[in-house]
Every structure is written in C-alpha cells, then in structure tokens.
C-alpha cells in the first residue's frame, strides 16, 4: 500500500513514542505482578491437597500474568520500532525539501512528485528535467520507506488491538552485547551508565545471568535479577538431579559420581539460598553463579544499601565454607554485625548518615574442605583473584564518593583475602583477618592500606593462628608481620558511648565464635571490634588486655601446670 | 618422605590436634557446623523449657510500655520511634541449629538524649521494674557497667538495653531470644521452618526420645 508526502506530513513520532511508553508500562506492571505472585510466601508454608492446587492456579496466572507482559512488551517494541522510523522518514523528507528548494524545486505533497518551483520556471526545460530525475528518485525511495514504515505501524496496531497473533518477544533485535566477566569494573560501570533506561531493562530480563554476576552494574540491579533467577535455577538443578536419578548407571565411575554430586550441591546450595532470603528479608543476593565452579554454586549476600552505603565490609569465609552449609549462618553474622555498626555510629553523634552501612558475606570461590587442599593455598590463589574483582566492582558501584571498605577474613579466607589485596586495585581502606593460619606476606604494608588500618585477632585457645601459623606454611604468623595490629578477643566492655556501646562482650575461644554472640546476647569481644571498624570508628577498638595472668600455673615440687583460677581472658 | 608430603602430615596433625580435643567436633573449626546431637538436643531442651513465644512478647511489651511511660515522663523532650520487630526469622548464637524463633527490635534511637541527671533518674525508676520482671543486669557478677549502659538480661533469655550518650542519643532495644511459638508445641512448624534435612520435625524436637528430629 502506497503513502503519500501528505500522509507522512501528517505523521507523529511523538504519539508513537506515548503507545510505546504506555505499554512498556503495562508490560513492567505484569512482571512485576506475576513476580509478586510466584513469591507469595503463604504458598510457601500452606500443606495439603489444597494448596497443591492452589500452587497449580498460581503457576497458571503467573504464566498468563507473564504473556500479557511479553504481549505488552512486543507491542511496545512494535511502537519504539515504528517511532524510529516515522522520524527518519520525516528527517529525510526533510533534507529532500531543503535540497530540492536550494535548486529551485519543490515537493507537490499531494502527486507525490518534484515540480519547478515558482522561481524556477523559466530554467532550461533540460536543466528542470535533470533536477526532477535526481530528487524524484530520492522522494521514490523516501515514500518506500515511508510505505514499509506503515506496514510495520498496522502490525502493531493490529497487535495492540488483538487483530493478530503476537509472535513471543525473544531478545529484542539489537540489545547491547553484555561485557565479558573479566571486565574492569569502572569500565563496566561506564558502560551501564551509557545505556538507555529500556535497554537496562530488556539486559536485565534477557541477560539476566551475565548481568546479575556482572561486577560493575549497581548492586540494586544485580540483587533483584539475581533473586527472580533463584526459582528458575532452582528448578534447572531440579531436572538435573531428577534426570540422574531416572537413568541410575550399575557401577558409576568417578565422573558419573561426581556428576552426581556436584548435583545434589548444587540442588542444596540454592535450596538453601531461597531458605536464607525467606529467613531475612531485605538480604540481596548479589552473585549467583551456578557454572563457574563445577562443584559448588558461588554466591554473595548482603545486608543494606551496598551503592549507597558510607562504610562497607565484605567477609570471606575459611575452609569448609560452602553455600548450602554456611550462608544462613553468615547471614545472620553480617545482619548483626551491621545493627552493631549502626549502633556505634548513632552513639558516636555527630556522624553524617550513621545507618549508611552495608555488610556483604562473599561465598565466590571454593574453599577447601577439612582434607589435604588446606595445607595448600592453591584454592587461596583461585578465589584471591575473583575477591580482587568483587572489591573494585563494590567500589565501581558505589554512589558515595568517600565509601570505606573493610576485608574482613576468617581462616583459610584470610589467606585469600589477603592474596587478593596483594595483588593491588582493590579499594579497601580497612583489613581484618582472624583465626589466620597466614597472609603470605612480610609486611601489612603489601595489603594497600594505609598504616594502622590492617588488624588481626588470634581466639583464645585458637591453635590456627598459633599452632598451625607457626609451621610457616603460608609466612609468618600475622603476629609476627609488621604492620599488623592486635585487637582483643578476651572478655570485657565495650567502652562507654560516644567511644563505644558500655556493653559486656565475651571472649571468643576456639577457632569458630569470632563473629558469634556470647551467652549474654550481645557480640562477642571480636564481633564487637569487627563492627568497630566497620563503623570507621578505630578509636571504638578494644586492644588486648595486658598483663594477663598465665592460663596455667605450676603445682608441686615439680611444677605440674595446672589451670590458673584467676585465668578469666 | 618428601618435604611437602611432610608439611602436609604436620599440618594436619597439627589440625587434627586442634580440632580434636578429645573426639572429632565438627563445630570446632567449622563456624556453622551443626552441633553433635547431644549438644542439640542440651541446647534444644533449653528453648522448650522457656515460656513460649508469645508469652515473652506480650511481657516485653507490657515493659516496653512501661519503659516509655518513664522516659517520657523524666525526659518529656525526648522523642521515642516506635518499636518495630524486625522481619528475620529463627534464632542466633547458640541456638542457630535449634527449632525456635525470636523476635527482636529494630533499634530504636531517640534523641534529643536526657540530660545525665535525667538519664540517673530514668535508670533509677526502671531498675525496681525490670527486677520485678525477673531480669538483672547483663554482666558478670562483679562488673559494674559504664554509667551509661543499662542492659538486662531474664533468666530464659530476654534482653532489654538502654544506652545513654548525654547531649546525644538515647539508644533503646529488646529481644525475646531463642523460643518456641506456642503453635510449635502441638503442630510442626510450617513448611518453611523446617530444617532441610528433617522435614518431619515434631515437638519435642529432640535426637534422644521422645524424638521429633531425625536429620
């Protein structure tokens, strides 16, 4: 079907631009509903036949809820699409009318041709001739343009209106290539920030893999695409363990058992991540990889506003760390840890936004279990070099020009956390390690943080830092590296506000109460330090008491040890 | 034996050393490691012998209120948030493997602070009402906390705080710690509560009998 000049004068992107924006909405509406929907945690708890079939109807609209948004979608894209064209139709009309007046010659909108102009009558009939072959050729192509333009505008229409099947959305054509993961998260940033707000959106909902373990794109961005994912994924590790299930082999071999394994732990890793985000709402999920690693699912959890937060602490936790078996408790180690922080700043006064404070439990490389790989820091140099990338995309994120970050890293973690600091880039103002068997390094300075800011705490009666360090496998014992600075573990008060919270914290003994509570409810004394200087509050710090009596004391003629009953560290 | 086969064989006797004590604790080097069923289920009857839940609430609501009352009365200026439980379920250290729940406060700061003589007064009047409530102040015996730290603790696990920085802020929270909802004691909790590893849990949610846990 034809269109003429007059029709395309008549033609409004901008009305174009409101169709798509109104259905772009209607689109976001619908995902948003079905999302909210699949969600609904009474369909959680809820047993019986009852609420089998209530999960059915569930299912059920939360499909329809997501073709009406697909539908939605690809009538806005229809829309945007046609829009596009519309003004580049009328742009080059435009140029057209522009060129052919500099030559005398004017556009007859209604026979769609090139006539002489009122000044150009009485040029050379040839002259006119050849001017009129030039612009009409170039008027033909516009009004063919302009004819395929209309074409595309009815489709949409008649999809809009239900005249025609809506074909499924798919990736819309020319959505940006995603970055590879190994790019530099300020690059990342720039990239994301140079994006179209509908373009994010369709990366987010096409992509959502690449974008949620994307170091670089906001945290906010990654959390909620990183949470719709979990069901899906769920599922996908569902099929998998049921398909290995359904066609059991008679003698496995070792790849078919590990196979096996890996999909059971997987299964349990994200089982248990949904069970995390149940328990605590308002915990993020920001990593989410389920390939990286063959056996393990990697993930990362927060607590707060990470862009937005002033102070930031990232922990790494140590050998036998695993999501399925340590997420829930680390979760609730950086919730309390953060409430402590908070509590610090708004007892210091006079801090500007005392509640900006994000704590992170960073669960993104394999960890060794308790078996040969701990005496190696092979899976320390595997996880340093994801760590040093997760700390500059927090600090490629962040929306706060002077954000604090602290690595804190327990065990096995310290090790890693401190080989990824060594290798540089990372923007930590702040390092804690505890319970360390060793940081591979002669001095705190190779950390990057500036003087006084590398700390380390040994448990009481925790032989890793003692025994074990002292073997030299991975350097020096921190207490004996320069640089480093000794925070208490032993029982005692925190001290009075504004310079602390005057509460009673216990000791931690042992290799595994440094980020627990004590008995009495409260953190015990190296919780309460982490927070401390989390809080970017060093003058909030406990040192260790000095002039301790002996834990032992001799008895008899021979000097049997004996335990001091004055020994209360 | 070469070099690294003998660092290895030191290191984990070294390991083993410190992590064995006397038998194999998981608990001992792994900070979220389940304890031992015996700890369990020590652990698990000391949540079933508190009152439940709700009893808990309906008393640290009733001081809440009173709490109030006589901070407002002392320090009329002083402008308290209200008390909002926070959304996170089950229990912390050293009932995070056990079956319960907590509920907690989000901290509640109040400002402008009482005065120091406000603040002796408001601790003078709480004190003859958290005694009668069973609680007492949470720190050794023999401790004496700063002047402005009043924290409390019942016997069964409640914890009430006040935290005074004069000119400043007052700091106030409570918790209910680690207990059973009532519901708990006659129905398995919902679906969603359960252990993964133990689906059918039932009161008394003990290893040993009467039983109610298998994982």
């Not at chain 1, 096995?412 to 923007?427: E, I, M, V």
């Not at chain 2, 995070?96 to 509640?108: L, R």
């Amino acid at each position: 079907m034809s269109v003429s000049v007059e029709e395309v004068d008549r033609w409004d992107a901008g009305d174009l631009r409101e169709v798509f924006h109104a259905t772009r909405t209607r689109a976001e509406a619908a995902f948003e509903a079905a999302d909210g929907v699949s969600n609904l945690p009474a369909f959680d708890t809820w047993g019986g036949a009852a609420s089998d079939a209530a999960r059915e109807a569930i299912g059920k609209t939360r499909k329809d809820l997501d073709a009406h948004g697909n539908e939605a979608l690809a009538v806005a894209r229809a829309a945007s699409s046609a829009a596009d064209d519309v003004e580049q139709v009328k742009s080059d009309l435009a140029k057209l009318r522009s060129d052919a007046h500099r030559l005398g010659m004017v556009v007859d909108p209604v026979g769609n041709t090139v006539e002489p102009g009122p000044a150009d009558t009485r040029a050379a009939p040839m002259e006119i001739v050849l001017k009129q072959m030039q612009l009409q050729k170039r008027l033909d192509t516009i009004l063919a343009d302009a004819a395929r333009v209309d074409a595309e505008l009815a489709r949409a229409i008649d999809m809009a209106i239900g005249n025609e099947p809506i074909p499924d959305a798919g990736p819309p054509v020319g959505l940006p290539a995603v970055p590879p993961r190994e790019t530099n998260p300020t690059d990342v940033r720039k990239w994301w920030d140079g994006l179209t707000p509908a373009q994010r959106d369709d990366l987010a909902r096409y992509r959502p893999a690449e974008i949620g373990n994307l170091d670089g794109v906001p945290s906010a961005v990654r959390e909620h695409v990183n949470a719709a994912r979990l069901p899906g994924e769920i599922g996908t590790a569902q099929a998998t363990v049921d398909a290995l299930n359904a066609h059991p082999v008679g003698r496995p071999n070792p790849s078919q058992l590990d196979a096996r394994e890996a999909g059971r732990n997987k299964l349990a890793d994200l089982q248990q991540l949904q069970t995390t985000l149940r328990n605590h709402p308002g915990v993020g999920l920001l990593l989410l990889d389920t390939t990286s690693n063959p056996k393990n699912v990697l993930a990362a959890v927060a607590s707060g506003d990470v862009d937005d937060a002033k102070q930031v602490g990232v922990t790494v936790g140590g050998m036998t760390t695993n999501v399925r078996g340590s997420v829930d408790g680390m979760t609730g180690e950086i919730i309390a840890q953060r409430d402590q922080a908070v509590e610090l700043r708004q007892l210091a006064g006079g801090v500007t936004n005392p509640d900006a404070v994000a704590t992170i439990a960073w669960l993104g490389y394999e960890a060794p279990g308790m078996n040969p790989d701990v005496a190696d820091d092979a899976m320390a140099k595997a996880g340093a070099g994801p760590l040093n990338h997760f700390l500059q995309g927090v600090g490629a994120t962040t929306n706060v020009p002077n954000q604090e970050l602290t690595a804190f890293g327990h065990s096995y973690g310290s090790l890693t956390t401190s080989l990824a600091l060594q290798a540089g880039g990372a923007p930590v103002d702040n390092v804690v390690l505890y319970g360390s068997p060793g940081g591979e390094l002669s001095d705190a300075s190779q950390l990057g943080v500036a003087p006084g800011r590398a700390y380390f705490m040994d448990g009481v009666t925790d032989g890793v830092p003692t025994t074990i360090a002292n073997l030299g496998s991975f350097g020096a014992p921190l207490s004996e590296v320069p640089g480093f600075t000794e925070l208490s573990v032993n029982s005692g008060a925190g001290l009075p506000a504004p310079y602390g919270d005057g509460q009673w914290h216990e000791r931690a003994y042992g290799h595994s109460e440094y980020p627990r509570f004590g008995d009495n409810g409260e953190l015990r004394m190296s919780g309460y330090n982490m927070a401390a200087v989390l809080a970017g509050l060093p003058d909030d710090t406990i040192a260790p008491p000095q002039n301790l009596p002996p834990p032992t004391i001799p008895l008899g003629p021979r000097g049997f040890p004996v335990p001091n009953p004055d020994y209360h560290p | 034996m070469t070099a690294r086969r003998r660092t290895l064989a030191v290191v984990l006797t070294a390991l083993t050393s410190v992590a064995v004590p006397s038998c194999v604790k998981d608990t001992a080097v792994n900070p979220y490691a389940a304890p031992d069923h015996t700890e369990s289920d020590r652990l698990q009857k000391i949540v079933n012998d508190r009152p439940d839940l709700e009893v808990a609430q309906h008393e640290l609501a009733d001081l809440d209120g009173q709490i109030r009352t006589v901070v407002t009365r002392i320090s009329p200026e002083t402008a308290i948030g209200p008390s909002t439980p926070k959304p996170d379920h089950g229990c912390s250290d050293p009932f995070t493997h056990s079956i319960g729940d907590t509920v907690t406060i989000e901290k509640v700061y109040a400002r402008p602070a009482p005065s120091d003589e406000q603040w002796r007064a408001i601790t003078d009047a709480l004190t003859p009402i958290l005694t009668a409530a069973a609680f007492q102040a949470n720190t050794p015996p023999g401790v004496t906390p700063p002047a402005g730290t009043f924290a409390w603790v019942s016997d069964d696990g409640s914890t009430v705080e006040l935290i005074h920085n004069a000119g400043s802020v007052l700091a106030y929270g409570y918790s209910t710690g680690c207990r059973l909802p009532s519901a708990w004691r006659t129905d398995p909790p919902p679906a969603d509560r359960r252990p993964a590893d133990d689906s059918n849990v039932h009161y008394p949610y003990l290893y040993e009998p009467p039983g109610g846990r298998n994982g």
